[in-house]
């Protein structure tokens, strides 16, 4: 039905929609006429392309598809909010003291000292490409790899067909009609696929391994012994060319086709243009570094640091994060808050407790020491009045200004006392303390030979309320009602011993043919749900709780920046925006006749030796 959907959204592009009150917006139409749809202080403009953009980007519309302009609309008040709140960056203040304005600092520095290398460092050498080869070839333990493969693949598998849509079908197919099906309809699909764009459209398509498939297919760079022996034995085969459909092979996660993007054999490849470029810019990294550090050593010898080392060993419960642990001659003073900062972030990059000693607290001053340096020597030589520094600098700022502006909008006032969540979880008790915790389904037999035969048909993967239907005595109108009990617990009426066989069950388990009064039965637990405490359905209720607050916090934050701008919206009336699929689908990739040979393999299944 979506794919019908999506191709009348194609269509509808072409030709025009019937209207219902208003036209139709398209994404082919705005390339020839792009209406504005609001302005702001009548300069600002958010155009349907904007709008249309939005609604492209989300995952809704892989196929296409037709929005109506009730639901566009929603789209476009949060386009209106994000540029409301940019118009607010623009004049917004960050307080020196807030992690926004340190991330921000950190960021511009780092883009000073780039800038520094590039305006001060560079300049001071050369690196000719005589040079480069020469380093290229000598430099073995730099350039030399083992034998890798760019790669992509389709992948068809037993087990995703067995648990995706058509599951219990592919499940009554035998595992050897199943594995010729795979390979069948890859060997279809491998005729329709001419390049590398069409074999990405394809494993967005029908590649089983949904992770990659998003993506196209793409595996990346994999080094040799990462891959399937059945693989390798392929795509590392120099007699297989790369940008080719390779395939189908055999692996033990199922069927695959190959696209190979590049490979490389162990050893050093021959030099070419951008491996030139590579070892150039190491070349000149490592010379600007050499220069760097002589100009740091020589900035530490005519300006000494003095470390306030009782401060400076002090655990962050116990220090003024405004007292000083450095001091330097013209950078001023580095204050606690500041070290406690980069030894944070150390402890959380290597994911353990450090506790680092006098010497060590020392050294990792001196990376901050060396920044205030090339912040001074920045402003001295007039690298921060650069054009390209000021731009990027502001852009920078105004970046993490909308960041905060949002936070504090929606999110800087937000707490739940214990009293709300207790008062929560007591007015919505059933919710969390359920009486009825087990989804049981049983088929009663008889006798124990056909109950245990009916178990061993569930154990294959047939369903059992289709079971139910063929062997539950009883008339056939009633028999599926009859074997699914829905939710039961304790206090339900059942035979004696099915409670307490029901509590050792896990979701999807069968149970072996047991014995009552009412025959021999054979329960399956569909699903079991569980109860929670105060404690631990906390997590849930808070987020409840969060839910509810941004929805109001972002009415408010929405009333306060539109309090002091002009907003005008054209009165054009639109009946809903047509969506484009995001890429042109390849045919299905199946043999002709397709069902009558799945019917075949069936009947093959069923017929027997």
Not at 16 to 39: R, W
Not at 91 to 101: A, K, M
Not at 135 to 154: E, G, M, N, P
Request: hydrophobic share 35%; proline share 4%; glycine share 6%.
């Amino acid at each position: 039905m979506w794919l019908l959907v999506g191709a009348l959204a194609f269509v509808s592009a072409c030709v025009a929609p019937p209207l219902s009150n208003g036209k139709y917006l398209s994404m082919y139409s705005v390339e020839s006429d792009n209406p504005t749809l609001v302005k702001i202080d009548g300069r600002q403009v958010i155009s349907s392309q904007d709008l249309i953009e939005r609604l492209s980007a989300s995952d809704l519309f892989r196929s296409g598809g037709i929005v109506s302009w009730d639901d566009a609309r929603d789209t476009l008040e949060n386009i209106i909010r994000d540029s409301l709140i940019s118009l607010a960056a623009d004049t917004f203040t960050l307080d020196p003291g807030s992690g926004s304005y340190f991330d921000y600092k950190s960021v511009y520095e780092g883009l000073l000292k780039q800038e520094f290398i590039t305006e001060v460092v560079y300049p001071q050498f050369k690196v000719d490409s005589a040079e480069a080869d020469s380093f290229y070839y000598a430099r073995q333990d730099i350039f030399t790899f083992f034998s890798q493969v760019d790669l992509a693949h389709i992948v068809l598998s037993k087990s995703g067909y067995r648990n995706e849509e058509d599951s219990l079908y592919y499940r009554a197919i035998s595992d050897d009609s199943l594995e010729s099906l795979m390979e069948t309809r890859l060997s279809a699909l491998k005729e329709q696929i001419t390049d590398s764009t069409s074999f990405q459209e394809a494993a967005e398509l029908y590649s089983l391994d949904r992770s990659s498939g998003e993506r196209g297919g793409r595996l990346g760079w994999i080094e040799t012994g990462n891959l399937h022996p059945e693989i390798e034995d392929v795509v590392f085969d120099s007699s297989v060319s790369v940008r080719e459909v390779v395939g189908p092979v055999k692996s033990r996660d199922g069927w695959h086709l190959f696209y190979m993007y590049g490979r490389h054999f162990e050893g050093i490849p021959e030099m070419n243009e951008g491996r030139l470029a590579q070892a150039t810019n190491i070349i000149a990294n490592m010379r600007a570094q050499e220069i760097m550090n002589g100009i740091f050593d020589s900035l530490l010898a005519l300006y000494p640091v003095t470390f306030n080392d009782s401060v400076l060993m002090l655990p962050s419960t116990d220090a003024d994060p405004e007292t000083w642990v450095a001091w330097t001659e013209g950078i001023d003073t580095i204050r606690y808050k500041t070290f406690s900062r980069e030894l944070e972030g150390l402890r959380a990059s290597q994911s353990l407790s450090l506790n680092p000693t006098l010497p060590q607290r020392r050294y990792m001053l001196l990376p901050i020491v060396n920044s205030r340096h090339i912040l001074r020597m920045c402003g001295e030589l007039g690298v921060v009045d650069l054009p390209r520094v000021q731009n990027e600098s502001r852009r920078y700022y105004t970046g993490y200004a909308r960041g905060e502006i949002l936070r504090r909008g929606t999110a800087a006032d937000f707490r739940v006392s214990d009293e709300e969540i207790e008062k929560y979880y007591t007015a919505h008790k059933g919710r969390f303390q359920l009486d009825k915790q087990f989804h049981v389904q049983q088929i009663i037999m008889e006798d124990s030979l056909h109950a245990e035969f009916v178990r061993s048909l569930a154990e294959s993967g047939t369903d059992f309320l289709d079971l139910a239907q063929e062997y539950y005595p009883g008339e056939p109108d009633i028999r599926r009602v009859a074997a699914d009990l829905g939710y039961v617990g304790q206090k339900d009426p059942l035979p004696e011993g099915v409670f307490n066989l029901i509590q050792s069950m896990t979701a999807g388990d069968i149970s072996e043919p047991f014995k009552t009064e009412f025959g021999f039965h054979v329960v399956r637990l569909a699903e079991r749900k569980r109860s929670y405490s105060v404690a631990e359905a906390r997590g849930d209720i808070v987020k409840e709780f969060r839910q509810k607050y941004l929805e109001k916090a972002v009415k408010r934050l929405d009333r306060d920046l539109r309090r002091n701008h002009t907003i005008w919206r054209s009165r054009e009336r639109y009946a809903g925006i047509l969506i484009g699929p995001k890429l042109d689908r390849l045919a299905i990739p199946d043999v002709p006749d397709t069902l009558n040979l799945l019917d075949d393999l069936t009947a093959s299944d069923q017929a027997g030796p």
